[in-house]
Structures are given as structure tokens and as C-alpha cells.
């Protein structure tokens, strides 16, 4: 049954992100390219596949603590990525974003209340710290390993005084990550599947999805989150992994640059990221003297080379005419030009009709 819960959420994440996105935004809302079509056959699927997981494994429904787990896990989760995906915005912090979270806060205090009386399950003691630390040294250091093994393809950004504050804090913000994905999520699995190995890939299935569509982090915090919550089975305490998550995490993301793991940005921030980065990338390379002698050096020229590049189609005298006026009178730039395509309606029906067949996504 847990391998349905996986399945189903998987299909909440592709289904509200394809819902979002039905621009250029499409491009960059999974970890690879993917047609439009392919995103509704990709949710069905998942649908039909966490429905026979879930009828496979039906006999679990019949123990009560097996249902009460999967109510309690899906109370959680599904409204957490469907806020993420359809809700939440890509900039800034809004009432409604405060709102969610005080909800999410009540809720879980109210289900770690009942749920009290097993308190020695959760490893919220210091019981077990030593013995767990030691599991996770190794694997902490290979973990910054190969972050800095990312340096050489992209350079680095460190700064010691940023890396120097993240190692201090970032600890306590993977203790919250942990206290849900870790305090509140394996005991529960535990209680629908009795195999640790099957435990341990959907809880690390789980964390690698809430960073979706950045891949790098989904490999990243998917592969770690195998040894976390193997560790935390074994011996269940939530303060060794925080402190390998803030340590592993403060290297990831302080040492090598930002461009690659961009920005470590997850959600609709990370393609609202792609989406600047690249019309930046587009405009700059369409705006330069050297796209504007290829094509003929002329302004009608210019335009006429945009409506093929871009839109893939020939101007018709009234279209162009307004655009080569426009650069004529130097009311508007080249590069005022390509954003003013970029953004047009014809454009974005483009990449919606078939975005990775496009130059945009590069």
C-alpha cells in the first residue's frame, strides 16, 4: 500500500504542475523534457498504477492502524504538494502561505498528541545520538565529496563567511525537514509496511519529490535520504540526521556555484528561474549585432528573421510593419523587439503545443 501512496503523489505532483503550466512555464515543470500530451498520459498512468498498487495490498486496509497511518500520511502530503504546485507562488510571501503553514502546524501538533503514547518511536531524545552519528560520518563525507566534485564543471561560489553561517543554521532547518519526512512519516510507513527496504525507498521517494523539478536535488536529496532514513530505523534519532543534512547540505549548496544547482531552487520557483534565465539567454543572443548582420542587417530583415526563428512562420505587411517602424523611430530597442515576441500569445501556444521541440528549453 505505501508503493500506492508513493504512486499517488507522484500523480499529484505531475497533475498540478501540468495544470499550472500551460506556457512556456511547461518547458521546465518536470526534471526532463516532456511533450503536453505526454504529462496527461504520464498522471494517468501513475493513477491506474497507484490503483493496482493499492488493490494488491488491500488485506493491509484491514488493520486499523494500518488505515489510520495512511489517512494521517495522506492528510499531510497530498495537501502539501498540491499547495506547492497550485497554490503557492513562485515570488514572495503571501497571508495564504502563513495561513497553510499555522494549518500544517495544528494538524501535526494534534496527530503527535494522540499519536504520544508512542513518543520512543519518534527520536526526539537524545537516545541513540552517538550510535547514529557514527552510521552517518562515512557517509556525510562522501556526500561532500561529491559536491565538491561538481566544482571543476562549473567553479564555485564560496564565501566563508556564508559558508561559515549555513553550517551553523542550516542544522535547524533540517531538523523541521526531518521532524516531517523522518518523526512523522517512516513510523507511520512502518505501521502499513513491515519491510524496512520498502520503508526506506519511499521515504526517500517522498523527500526527493518535494524537489521536484530540480533534478540535481532530487538526485541529491533522494540518494541521502536512502541513508538517513536507514539509519533512523536502526536507530531512531532525529539530531544525527539534521546535523549530516546541514553539514552535506551547506557544502551542496554554498560550495560549488549556484548555476548548478540552480539556485536550489524547487517547484514553480525553479521554473519561474529557467524561464528568466533563458528568455535572458534568448534576448541577448537574437538582440546581437551578430544575429542582426546574419540576417540580412536591415530592420525588415531583422523582423522577418524573428517571425521564422521564433514563430516559425512568414510576416504578413501588417505584422512586420509595426515592428520595423518601431526600431525605425528608435522607439523600441532589438532587444525590446525579441521580448515583445517572447511574450506574445503566438509564442507561448507554441511551446505549449509541443515544448520540447522548441529552441527554448536549452
Known amino acids: 500500500m505505501i ?31 516532456m511533450e503536453s500530451a505526454t504529462w496527461w498520459w504520464l498522471a494517468g498512468g501513475l493513477a491506474v498504477l497507484s490503483l493496482g498498487a493499492g488493490i494488491a495490498d488491500r488485506n493491509c486496509l484491514r488493520r486499523p492502524e494500518a488505515r489510520q497511518a495512511l489517512a494521517e500520511m495522506s492528510a499531510v502530503f497530498l495537501p502539501l504538494l498540491v499547495y506547492l504546485w497550485a497554490i503557492r507562488s ?14 500544517m502546524a495544528i494538524f501535526l501538533a494534534l496527530v503527535f498528541w494522540r499519536d504520544r503514547h508512542n513518543v520512543a518511536e519518534w527520536g526526539v531524545t537524545s537516545r541513540n545520538f552517538l550510535p547514529a ?59 502499513v509496511e513491515p519491510r524496512r527496504p520498502a520503508i526506506v525507498v519511499v521515504a526517500a521517494g517522498m ?48 560550495v560549488p556555484s549556484r548555476d548548478i544547482t540552480q539556485h536550489t531552487r524547487v517547484g514553480p520557483s525553479y521554473v519561474q528561474l529557467m524561464q528568466r534565465t533563458v528568455h535572458l539567454e534568448l534576448i541577448a543572443a537574437l538582440a ?18 524573428l517571425y521564422r526563428d521564433l514563430l516559425h512562420r512568414a510576416p504578413d505587411p501588417f505584422e512586420s510593419g509595426s515592428w520595423v517602424a518601431a526600431l525605425e523611430r528608435r522607439s523600441m530597442s532589438r532587444a525590446e523587439i525579441v521580448r515583445g515576441f517572447l511574450d506574445s500569445d503566438e509564442f507561448r501556444m507554441r511551446l505549449t503545443v ?9
Open 207 to 254: 523527500f526527493a519529490l518535494v524537489h521536484w523539478p530540480n533534478g540535481l536535488l532530487m538526485a541529491a536529496c533522494g540518494a541521502a535520504a536512502l541513508v538517513w532514513t536507514f539509519v533512523y530505523l536502526r536507530w531512531p534519532n532525529i539530531y544525527a540526521p539534521a546535523l549530516s543534512m546541514g553539514v552535506a547540505a551547506t557544502v551542496l549548496t554554498q
Open 3 to 33: 508503493w500506492a501512496f508513493l504512486l499517488i503523489n507522484t500523480c499529484v505532483i505531475v497533475l498540478t504542475a501540468r495544470l499550472r503550466y500551460a506556457d512556456d512555464g511547461l518547458a521546465f515543470a518536470s526534471p526532463i523534457p
Open 288 to 305: 546581437s549585432p551578430r544575429y542582426f548582420a546574419q540576417n540580412g542587417g536591415t530592420n525588415h530583415d531583422f523582423v522577418a528573421a
Open 90 to 103: 513562485s515570488s514572495g510571501i503571501s497571508p495564504r502561505d502563513f495561513a497553510f503553514t499555522a494549518a
Open 354 to 362: 509541443s515544448p520540447t521541440n522548441s529552441d527554448y528549453r536549452r
Open 133 to 191: 552519528a557514527r552510521w552517518l560520518a562515512a557517509p556525510t563525507a562522501v556526500m561532500c565529496v561529491l559536491s565538491l566534485a561538481l566544482v571543476p564543471f562549473g567553479g564555485t561560489d564560496l564565501r566563508i563567511g556564508n559558508f561559515g553561517v549555513s553550517l551553523l543554521t542550516y542544522p535547524f532547518w533540517a531538523l523541521a525537514q526531518l521532524f516531517l519526512f523522518q518523526t512523522f512519516l517512516v513510523p507511520r510507513l512502518r505501521r
